[in-house]
């Protein structure tokens, strides 16, 4: 399974697993299937209302086609922009389009995307054979316009699960991180430590928040001896979402 290292905001590098090939073929598949059935509702429409008729000059039916076949055309750019990231087959199979750098996609990254669709799939009759090539060579299972883009396409599958109330705290531009080696730690590093830590806080169990911390301690070779086990714990939560939040 290949994993991307990405340099955040804050200069610490995140590993993060890319999503598969399988995973991108299918989320297009989704893709291809849900545009297939837009342009076969809007075929009928447009027999419906009978609105292409014998006689018709040849303007007037660009016109018609290409209120139809616009949407369809511009469908990835759009739903990229709009769900930061992905289309409705993308979510689907949770995965998402982020940068390489650490920064968030903006407009441009997502156009140089689509238009190098032109050269990743429509080059050789909608075959992707192009695409597939780069995404299997390349080092960051980028095609063409994710190499040209700077841009990388990463699964969701099993991400950390962020508590919203520590995500509103950790947004403040007065937040300011005490550890940052927690990024030693996995997002299932981080699930089995909020679980373990929720559920000793509920049973009232010392001894396991205390062996948490040791855990913990040791992973990431912090320590601050002023807190107590759990506001130790709740600080090393903070600082991973701090650092994780926007990837």
Not at 49 to 77: C, E, H, R
């Amino acid at each position: 399974m290949s994993n991307i290292q990405i340099n955040t905001t804050q200069n610490v590098n995140i590993e993060i697993r890319l999503a598969s090939l399988g995973e991108r073929l299918l989320a297009a598949i989704i893709d291809l299937i849900i545009i297939i059935a837009f342009l076969y509702v809007m075929g009928r429409l447009i027999d419906a209302l009978d609105l292409i008729t014998y006689g018709m000059n040849q303007w007037s039916k660009i016109a018609i086609y290409s209120l139809v076949f616009l949407p369809a055309l511009i469908y990835t750019l759009v739903s990229e922009i709009f769900f930061k990231g992905q289309t409705l087959g993308k979510k689907v199979l949770k995965i998402k389009v982020i940068k390489t750098d650490g920064y968030a996609a903006g407009f441009g990254d997502y156009f140089a995307r689509w238009i190098f669709r032109i050269v990743d799939i429509w080059l050789l009759g909608l075959t992707p054979v192009i695409g597939i090539i780069s995404i299997v060579v390349s080092k960051d299972n980028q095609r063409i316009g994710g190499l040209a883009s700077g841009t990388a396409v990463i699964s969701l599958k099993d991400r950390y699960k962020i508590n919203h109330s520590i995500l509103e705290e950790t947004q403040k531009e007065t937040y300011k991180p005490t550890f940052p080696s927690v990024i030693k730690l996995s997002d299932n590093d981080m699930r089995i430590i909020q679980d373990t830590f929720n559920t000793a806080i509920k049973s009232k169990d010392q001894n396991t928040i205390n062996k948490l911390r040791i855990k913990i301690e040791e992973i990431t070779n912090t320590k601050k001896e002023n807190l107590t086990n759990a506001a130790y714990i709740r600080l090393i939560i903070k600082d991973y979402v701090h650092f994780t939040q926007n990837m």
